[in-house]
Structure formats: C-alpha cells, structure tokens
C-alpha cells in the first residue's frame, strides 16, 4: 500500500488548508488512518486520526476545534481540515495507515504505511 499525500503550503495565520491522503489500494477491511507533523529540529508527532467507519477519532489537544479529519472510504482517501492555523503549526505533514486497527491510535508505532509528507508553512 503506498500512501501520496498532498495539499500542503503557504498560508498566513489564520488562514486554511486542506490536505489529502490517498491510498493506492484498499489492501484491508479494517484500518485507521492518522496524521502526524515534524517541525524543524522537534520530534514527530501525532495530529489526528480516524478509523475507517469513522465511528473513532482522536485529536492532539493541540490542534482540537482548529482541525477537523475525515474521510472518504469509496475514494481511501483521508482529509485533514486545518482552519485557524497558527506559525507553529508550520512542519511537515505526514499521514499514516494501521491495518487492521478498528479504532483511531494516537501513537506512532501502532502504524504500518507511511507516506512521504507534504510541506506546510504558515507566515506570521
């Protein structure tokens, strides 16, 4: 399975993005979807995440009422929502698959499938 993630900028503070992640395949019936963020010279960490019926979601405290994850299971596709961005939200962006996870995980060693980051940046 290979993950393309895509949406990632340029913003002001304040403004919106919207980024994606496709799934080449639907290689199982049963998976989660995460976001994950590295800003220079910090470690990764988690964003959001959804399960595929959508039924479990989690957020970072630090992004809760800003961003909004969904998905499209007919498309694998998997969204992330980013409104009211702020300068430290600037980092790069991954998104994650756990196969076989029926709900949402938070942490980065529960997930199988990378992909390979999209850049966002958001000017003060």
């Known amino acids: 399975v290979q993950l393309q993630a895509s949406g990632g900028g340029l913003v002001q503070a304040g403004g919106s993005l919207t980024l994606a992640c496709a799934a080449s395949?639907?290689?199982?019936?049963?998976?989660?979807m995460g976001w994950f963020r590295q800003a220079p010279g910090k470690e990764r960490e988690f964003v959001a995440a959804?399960?595929?019926?959508?039924?479990?979601?989690r957020y970072a405290d630090s992004v809760k009422g800003r961003f909004t994850i969904s998905n499209d299971d007919a498309k694998n596709t998997v969204y992330l929502q980013m409104n009211s961005l702020k300068p430290e939200d600037t980092a790069v962006y991954y998104c994650?698959?756990?196969?076989?996870?029926?709900?949402?995980?938070?942490?980065?060693?529960?997930?199988?499938?990378w992909g390979q980051g999209t850049l966002v940046t958001v000017s003060s």
């Open positions: 959804i399960s595929r019926s959508g039924s479990s979601i």
């Open positions: 994650a698959l756990d196969r076989f996870a029926p709900a949402a995980a938070t942490q980065e060693r529960a997930y199988d499938y």
């Open positions: 395949r639907r290689a199982f019936s049963t998976y989660s």
